[in-house]
């Protein structure tokens, strides 16, 4: 497996970097500007494909599907384990490259390459544990002496489509589950944010995957059309905005897997089952990692009137301790969001519910797109910050009289991705498993806690199907059913 790397330029990232078609570099163009999130300056450039480009890929994919099909268990479990070593080898460029492209803080940007490795490890684990079934079909006298055999296999060619907030890692759980399934993929990484998956394709193609296996192809929605639209991809799994339900539509009779974002909320119970302080930690890293983008981002806040006033003092001091601006520093917490219309969207935002009557708690005034961590209290029910995914460093705090009305307040969203809740009362947080209507519910921590071998996904309009290795490669295969009959 031959290894090689682009020189770099000052930036630190290479000078371009080719996309991947039918597992090949293609240095078309170098027609997309990468900027560096921070300083706006461009920190690389990348070719683009065209709707053209995307075609062949599609083509190549689908050619594709009995060399994946055919290709041993164990031959995908070593291409996956290259690529741990690989991500390992050159883990602390991914690093700069996220910190670049995307304005994450070097140590979130750490932690997203750990995660990549582990998604890969996880996934080459799964790669030979092929699951199947045995059915007793001797239910009656007319079907003694058959047998049933239920074994999976691949579902064919598939689209990805993927967001600016987490370029490697939701790549990971997209390409990974992908190559342990036997499936070849077209995927469309976000072009805000495109480095981090071109260098997974990079590393792919030092393997020995079939030919069309995979293509790596940054373009134009509109280019990326026929990822939706082609019959000839059995699965389409897009990570991003509510334009996903656009994009089941136009689908067709494709599989479709959808994780479109939320409006996380955390209950604070009476009784949080642990010190303020700790629940304070796990709060501000919830609401203010990677400066509120992330989907499952802490976005509300109730807190039962008994802890309230002093859980505000104490997250109104913490949060004052934040540190803002470059995301290189090792001491930056929040860096910048992605990119200015961001930046806008979020500050009239905050300026509407404070002309709404609500008020900030910890916060002030923006810098560039570095919005500083805020929170706020008092904000209207109808205001943007309570009903929409805002995707920036901003929380609310809301007083509750009651575990009851807690939950209540934390379904009233169109939103249903994951819901964290603080509380030492197993009888509350049975009534959270069973009353809040998330995709999942994480007791004694933030809703922002995500491991990348559990089922993944929300209900309502944060989406449908499930993310997490084990699952992901579920949707990527199908069931086969084998029925014997014993002739004596």
């Given at each position: 497996m031959a290894k090689k790397k682009s020189p770099t330029g000052k930036s630190g990232l290479a000078r371009s970097y080719p996309y991947y078609l039918a597992n090949a570099a293609v240095a078309a163009n170098t027609d997309l500007e990468v900027r560096d999130k921070y300083s706006g300056k461009v920190a690389t450039r990348v070719a683009m494909g065209d709707a053209a480009a995307i075609r062949k890929a599609i083509v190549a994919a689908h050619k594709a599907r009995g060399a994946m099909a055919d290709f041993p268990p164990d031959k995908r479990r070593d291409v996956l384990e290259h690529c741990v070593r690989r991500f390992e080898e050159r883990f602390e460029e991914l690093a700069l490259a996220l910190c670049i492209e995307a304005g994450k803080p070097i140590k979130d940007a750490r932690g997203e390459v750990t995660r990549l490795i582990d998604t890969f490890r996880i996934a080459a684990g799964e790669a030979t544990r092929t699951e199947g079934e045995y059915v007793e079909l001797q239910i009656s006298e007319r079907t003694r002496g058959y047998r049933g055999l239920v074994k999976r296999v691949p579902i064919g060619a598939c689209s990805f489509i993927t967001p600016f907030n987490f370029p490697l890692n939701l790549v990971a759980h997209k390409v990974a589950p992908a190559i342990a399934a036997g499936c070849p993929f077209v995927l469309k990484p976000a072009a805000k944010t495109p480095v981090g998956a071109l260098i997974i394709g990079e590393i792919l193609a030092e393997t020995d995957l079939p030919r069309g296996a995979f293509s790596v192809i940054p373009c134009s929605n509109e280019d990326a059309a026929a990822l939706t639209e082609d019959e000839r991809i059995?699965?389409?799994?897009?990570?991003?905005?509510?334009?996903?339900?656009?994009?089941?539509?136009?689908?067709?009779?494709?599989?479709?897997?959808?994780?479109?974002g939320g409006n996380a909320a955390c209950i604070v119970d009476e009784d949080p089952g642990m010190p303020l302080d700790k629940v304070v930690e796990r709060l501000v890293f919830g609401a203010y990692y990677q400066s509120g983008q992330s989907c499952i981002g802490v976005q509300r806040i109730y807190a039962h009137r008994a802890v309230h006033d002093q859980l505000r003092r104490k997250l109104k001091k913490a949060i004052a301790g934040l540190r803002s601006g470059d995301p290189r520093d090792e001491k930056t917490f929040v860096g910048p969001v992605i990119d200015r219309d961001a930046a806008d969207r979020i500050e009239s935002w905050i300026a509407a519910a404070r002309k709404g009557g609500a008020k900030v708690i910890a916060g002030g005034a923006r810098e560039g797109n570095i919005i500083p961590a805020t929170l706020l209290e008092k904000v209207p029910r109808d205001a943007d910050l309570q009903r929409k995914e805002v995707f920036g460093p901003v929380a609310i705090l809301e007083p509750v009289d009651s575990f009851d009305a807690a939950i209540a307040r934390v379904n009233d969203s169109d939103f249903g991705l994951q819901a964290g809740v603080?509380?030492?009362n197993l009888s509350h947080a049975m009534q959270a498993w069973d009353r809040i209507e998330a995709g999942g519910i994480v007791v004694g921590d933030v809703p922002s806690f995500r491991v990348d071998n559990m089922p993944y996904g929300g209900i309502k309009d944060s989406g449908c199907g499930r993310e997490g290795v084990k699952y992901a490669i579920r949707d990527m295969t199908e069931e086969r059913l084998l029925v014997i009959r014993d002739p004596a």
């Amino acid at each position: 497996m031959a290894k090689k790397k682009s020189p770099t330029g000052k930036s630190g990232l290479a000078r371009s970097y080719p996309y991947y078609l039918a597992n090949a570099a293609v240095a078309a163009n170098t027609d997309l500007e990468v900027r560096d999130k921070y300083s706006g300056k461009v920190a690389t450039r990348v070719a683009m494909g065209d709707a053209a480009a995307i075609r062949k890929a599609i083509v190549a994919a689908h050619k594709a599907r009995g060399a994946m099909a055919d290709f041993p268990p164990d031959k995908r479990r070593d291409v996956l384990e290259h690529c741990v070593r690989r991500f390992e080898e050159r883990f602390e460029e991914l690093a700069l490259a996220l910190c670049i492209e995307a304005g994450k803080p070097i140590k979130d940007a750490r932690g997203e390459v750990t995660r990549l490795i582990d998604t890969f490890r996880i996934a080459a684990g799964e790669a030979t544990r092929t699951e199947g079934e045995y059915v007793e079909l001797q239910i009656s006298e007319r079907t003694r002496g058959y047998r049933g055999l239920v074994k999976r296999v691949p579902i064919g060619a598939c689209s990805f489509i993927t967001p600016f907030n987490f370029p490697l890692n939701l790549v990971a759980h997209k390409v990974a589950p992908a190559i342990a399934a036997g499936c070849p993929f077209v995927l469309k990484p976000a072009a805000k944010t495109p480095v981090g998956a071109l260098i997974i394709g990079e590393i792919l193609a030092e393997t020995d995957l079939p030919r069309g296996a995979f293509s790596v192809i940054p373009c134009s929605n509109e280019d990326a059309a026929a990822l939706t639209e082609d019959e000839r991809i059995a699965l389409l799994s897009f990570t991003g905005g509510l334009v996903g339900w656009d994009l089941k539509a136009r689908a067709g009779k494709k599989k479709v897997v959808l994780e479109l974002g939320g409006n996380a909320a955390c209950i604070v119970d009476e009784d949080p089952g642990m010190p303020l302080d700790k629940v304070v930690e796990r709060l501000v890293f919830g609401a203010y990692y990677q400066s509120g983008q992330s989907c499952i981002g802490v976005q509300r806040i109730y807190a039962h009137r008994a802890v309230h006033d002093q859980l505000r003092r104490k997250l109104k001091k913490a949060i004052a301790g934040l540190r803002s601006g470059d995301p290189r520093d090792e001491k930056t917490f929040v860096g910048p969001v992605i990119d200015r219309d961001a930046a806008d969207r979020i500050e009239s935002w905050i300026a509407a519910a404070r002309k709404g009557g609500a008020k900030v708690i910890a916060g002030g005034a923006r810098e560039g797109n570095i919005i500083p961590a805020t929170l706020l209290e008092k904000v209207p029910r109808d205001a943007d910050l309570q009903r929409k995914e805002v995707f920036g460093p901003v929380a609310i705090l809301e007083p509750v009289d009651s575990f009851d009305a807690a939950i209540a307040r934390v379904n009233d969203s169109d939103f249903g991705l994951q819901a964290g809740v603080f509380t030492g009362n197993l009888s509350h947080a049975m009534q959270a498993w069973d009353r809040i209507e998330a995709g999942g519910i994480v007791v004694g921590d933030v809703p922002s806690f995500r491991v990348d071998n559990m089922p993944y996904g929300g209900i309502k309009d944060s989406g449908c199907g499930r993310e997490g290795v084990k699952y992901a490669i579920r949707d990527m295969t199908e069931e086969r059913l084998l029925v014997i009959r014993d002739p004596a």
